[in-house]
């Protein structure tokens, strides 16, 4: 089969792999049908060192069932299945919490940038899409396997409710979705903090109800005052770097919440009485167990009540694997959806 490898910093390339084996009775064989280019996958796009055998890359993706182990319970050969970005049994505490990226048995894909994959856990993991949904809905439906549930997470764990001012800072496609998840959780004022003017539209159209191009000081300044001097309920960090983490508790309101989901590029960051305490800031967040919200959010796409899906502004063939990469890497591109 075909399978996208990354072999070092800027070099992603489609190359001929052994197709997959089912080697556990609680595994799936899927044919991946839609997959996509993550704002994570630029990380190691950026800093991987070389690499002959390659990385096997991707972890966004819908496909079709072709083959189940003797144990799976829930899928049948045949059906369209939404596959999370992390796999987990379902079943183990830390599941029941909903905190399934920490599930016991849990791990995190790589290889959906290709034809077939392995599904591990595969009645925990994968969520079956109605047969017959309507083919254009697949878009939003693969959100639910990382984007749209990542910034649905941010939110949550913001604790977005009716009537919250909530900034978000980064307008990338997590930042995005972070904007059209807090509308639906019923935030009253959403600063969106981002300068790129594509994307901003875009966010003014999910929710967003100001924009904030400033960063730094003058950035603070104008949500400071855009917020009445009071700061913002929740802030969402979408981006993962120090500044924008520094952004996050200037802003945040005295007894207000920072939740990221940015992977964070950094290890160190202040916690004391000048940034979190002396506000009584809570500092949350993490990757998304996006399976605990998966099956509530599902009809929400599927009667059109939201189209996170408009975070994809390009489509491309898993043959042209490199131009995604490099769109996304250039900003030309806020999501590519990759068709294998
Ligand atoms: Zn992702
Ligand atoms: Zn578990």
């Given at each position: 089969m075909k399978a996208a490898l990354m072999f070092g910093a800027g070099d992603v390339r489609v190359v001929e792999v052994p197709d997959p084996v089912i080697q556990k009775p609680t595994e799936a064989l899927i044919r991946v049908t839609y997959a996509c280019v993550c704002g994570s996958d630029l990380h190691p796009y950026h800093g991987?060192?070389?690499?002959?055998e390659g990385v096997s890359m991707g972890h966004e993706s819908i496909g079709v069932v072709e083959e189940v182990g003797a144990d799976v319970r829930t899928l049948v050969v045949g059906d369209t299945v939404i596959v999370p970005f992390a796999w987990s049994d379902g079943t183990c505490a830390f599941c029941r919490d909903g905190v399934h990226t920490s599930c016991v048995h849990g791990g995190f894909f790589s290889g959906a940038q290709a034809e077939k994959m392995i599904v591990p856990y595969a009645d925990g993991t994968a969520v079956v899409v109605p047969a017959g949904t309507d083919e254009s809905l697949m878009p939003s439906l693969l959100t639910l396997s990382d984007v749209y549930l990542t910034g649905y997470h941010a939110a949550v764990r913001g604790g977005v409710t009716a009537g919250t001012t909530v900034t978000v800072v980064g307008d990338g496609a997590v930042g995005l979705s972070a904007v059209l998840a807090a509308k639906q959780l019923g935030a009253e004022t959403i600063i969106l903090m981002g300068r790129h003017t594509a994307r901003t539209d875009l966010g003014r159209e999910l929710g967003a109800t100001h924009l904030v191009a400033e960063r730094g000081d003058d950035g603070v300044a104008k949500v400071m005052e855009i917020t009445g001097g009071l700061g913002s309920h929740a802030v969402l960090e979408a981006v993962g770097h120090m500044p924008a983490y520094e952004q996050a508790y200037r802003i945040v309101r005295p007894g207000g919440t920072i939740s990221r989901v940015g992977l964070p590029q950094y290890e160190d960051a202040p916690v004391g009485f000048g940034s979190l305490f002396g506000k009584n800031a809570t500092l949350t967040g993490g990757p998304a167990p996006v399976r605990a919200y998966l099956e509530q959010i599902l009809p929400q796409v599927l009667d059109g009540t939201i189209n996170p899906g408009r975070v994809f502004d390009r489509e491309l063939p898993l043959d042209d694997i490199a131009q995604a990469y490099r769109l996304m890497d250039s900003r030309e591109a806020i999501k590519v959806l990759i068709r294998p």
């Open positions: 991987l060192a070389d690499t002959p």
